[in-house]
């Protein structure tokens, strides 16, 4: 059977915290999460992920793995048995666990912290073989009663979102803990609405949201962290809104007032100043992501030229050439107002 290193997926090393495979985990979480990533093995990537951080979040999970990992770098050499003096050495992941069980019969097998951490479907045999005979799922009919653990989903927004808020439904996996303290997986929709003024990134906190407790034990929480989509005209620079704006040769050249369409609301209108140039920028105050201090709207100009496959524009650009080829210089002008205007960068 195949051997999985969970601390490569992870991108960690065998001496990680805890605190450093939660941070592992959720950036990759955001690097392939099907909502988000445009991989084609995005899912499965996704599983893979779960998988790990399901073992090495738990530390009874982390210890049978870490052993089975030893006994890979050992090979045939002979030694001592770390699971007793007599025992003999494990050769498989389902030998290592029921000797991990044998001698740990203490261990909680509950689910562990992090998303769809005890949902297990899906997970390698890799996964099953080694765990399967560890009880995973299961609790102690004798355990104390046990806070539900966090979860965590994503959910991806459009970028109007931020402005008006919405309401997504999410899919959620979890245990289900009978009377005798058996562990099932269940699903559940959860309806969850977001508020108007939420940044990418942000972490959303459902209080009771999570993993359910054990013996009536008060459920963990939801951890929910908000993706904005991308746009195809508009990005993002912290509350900034940065975007071009197209206009037309005479709009640039005499002013003029344009429209500036928004991803949320019905927009708004700009004025051009006469004389403006391709790559000059208009800011528009307070007109960016809402929040008590308001970004602002940077709108980048974008002169556009008439084809001169049109004869109407090929006998204007002509007209032009003519009575004014001999005084303009485009490139001693531009030259000229590199001199005192900065350098700006692509939005």
Do not use: C
Not at 79 to 103: C, I, L
Not at 104 to 133: I, K, Q, Y
Not at 323 to 344: H, I, N, Y
């Amino acid at each position: 059977m195949e051997f999985h290193d969970y601390y490569a997926r992870l991108g960690v090393s065998r001496q990680a915290t805890l605190d450093e495979i939660k941070k592992a985990f959720r950036g990759q979480a955001r690097r392939f999460h099907p909502d988000i990533s445009k991989a084609p093995d995005a899912e499965q990537r996704m599983r893979d992920v779960n998988e790990a951080y399901v073992v090495l979040s738990d530390p009874d999970k982390r210890a049978a793995y870490d052993r089975l990992v030893d006994e890979r770098q050992l090979g045939g050499a002979a030694r001592q048995s770390p699971f007793g003096k007599d025992a003999a050495r494990p050769k498989s992941p389902a030998e290592v666990a029921k000797a991990y069980a044998d001698t740990a019969a203490h261990t909680s097998a509950s689910a562990s912290a992090g998303p769809g951490a005890a949902d297990t479907s899906g997970f390698s045999d890799f996964f099953s073989d080694l765990f399967g005979r560890m009880g995973v799922g299961q609790r102690s009919r004798n355990s104390a009663p046990a806070r539900g653990e966090d979860q965590h989903a994503t959910v991806a927004l459009e970028l109007g979102d931020i402005w008006s808020g919405a309401t997504r439904t999410i899919t959620l996996r979890s245990p289900q803990f009978d009377a005798q303290g058996h562990a099932s997986v269940g699903q559940r929709k959860l309806q969850v609405k977001i508020p108007a003024g939420v940044r990418p990134g942000q972490m959303i906190r459902l209080a009771g949201q999570g993993a359910p407790g054990s013996q009536g034990a008060r459920a963990g929480d939801l951890l929910l962290e908000v993706q904005i989509k991308p746009h195809p005209r508009f990005k993002l620079d912290g509350a900034n809104l940065l975007a071009d704006l197209p206009v037309s040769p005479w709009e640039a050249a005499l002013g003029a007032v344009v429209p500036v369409p928004l991803p949320h609301g019905p927009g708004l209108s700009v004025r051009v100043p006469p004389g403006a140039q391709s790559g000059q920028r208009l800011t528009v105050r307070g007109k960016g992501l809402p929040s008590p201090t308001p970004g602002d709207l940077e709108l980048r100009l974008q002169v556009v030229l008439p084809s001169a496959h049109d004869p109407r524009a090929r006998q204007l650009y002509e007209q032009m050439a003519a009575t004014l080829g001999t005084e303009f210089d485009a490139r001693k002008v531009a030259a000229s107002e590199a001199q005192w205007r900065p350098q700006e960068e692509t939005p």
